[in-house]
């Protein structure tokens, strides 16, 4: 199973009710897009639907697409209004050419950038917008690299293979779009370090959801003992005051489809 598929495996209530932080950070992202009424916009990697909805607010018609079943459900559920699909963004149709493209937190997801791109190019209107934001190169250093060696302390071989994440540089990702046929207007980085919930357990659940690949076929006691390791190795960096703070990093783009 491909890391993406694992993703698409994910539990859209949970998603929706303790990892909001993921659709609140990109209200500003929002802002870039910069919605207008009568367009058409494809939010890719729509989640449970809340940035789609306020895209939709905004005037635009709009389609959310999202690799997990769960989380398309959980969308629907939520805004019945809104049309809704599960989809591939490596290998995905739009019924009639975007005006926009509008991708929040996913694109991390997906080692194969060069086809995602190509698919988004053929999505948009010539002059059509891209724009997203995901996690950059830094993104998650101190969790990915603690995870690594945790599950290298406990004798699992090659521990980096389990590492489901795209984490570009800004000069990677700005050449790919470039080699497709973009523009790329605005590009920028920066850190956003962000604030787990759930108190002391708040890595340990954030591992559960977001870097269950590292841990997939370990038994129950091994999961313990390599989650025990990383909150070891990480408490005097990235728990403060009862908070797990972790280390987000951003890669954030505006590109025209020439
Ligand atoms: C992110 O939003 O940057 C992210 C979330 C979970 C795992 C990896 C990256």
Request: glycine share 6%.
């Amino acid at each position: 199973m491909s890391n993406y598929k694992i993703q698409s495996n994910w539990d859209g209530s949970l998603y929706n009710d303790k990892h909001a932080f993921v659709w609140q950070h990109g209200e500003d992202l929002l802002r870039l897009l910069n919605p207008k009424l009568g367009e058409y916009i494809l939010d890719l990697g729509c989640g449970t639907g809340q940035l789609t909805e306020k895209i939709a607010i905004a005037g635009a018609e709009i389609l959310g697409i999202d690799a997990a079943p769960s989380m398309i459900e959980t969308a629907k559920a939520n805004y019945p209004q809104l049309r809704f699909q599960v989809g591939d963004a490596r290998n995905f149709q739009v019924d009639k050419p975007c005006d926009a493209i509008f991708s929040n937190a996913t694109l991390h997801w997906i080692k194969e950038a060069d086809a995602v791109i190509a698919c988004i190019s053929q999505a948009l209107k010539p002059g059509g917008r891209f724009v997203a934001e995901f996690g950059y190169r830094r993104n998650i250093d101190a969790i990915a690299q603690a995870l690594e060696t945790s599950l290298a302390k406990i004798g699992i071989p090659e521990p980096q293979t389990r590492n489901p994440w795209y984490f570009p540089s800004l000069g990677e990702y700005v050449s790919k779009l470039e080699q497709q046929g973009f523009d790329v207007t605005y590009a920028n980085t920066f850190p956003r370090p962000t604030f787990l919930t759930d108190g002391e357990a708040g890595l340990r659940n954030w591992i559960r959801m977001f870097a269950n690949s590292f841990l997939i076929d370990l038994s129950a006691q091994q999961q313990a003992e390599v989650i025990s390791l990383v909150e070891a190795e990480l408490k005097p960096k990235l728990y403060h005051q009862g908070t797990w703070i972790a280390d987000y990093w951003r890669i954030r783009i505006f590109a025209v489809k020439l």
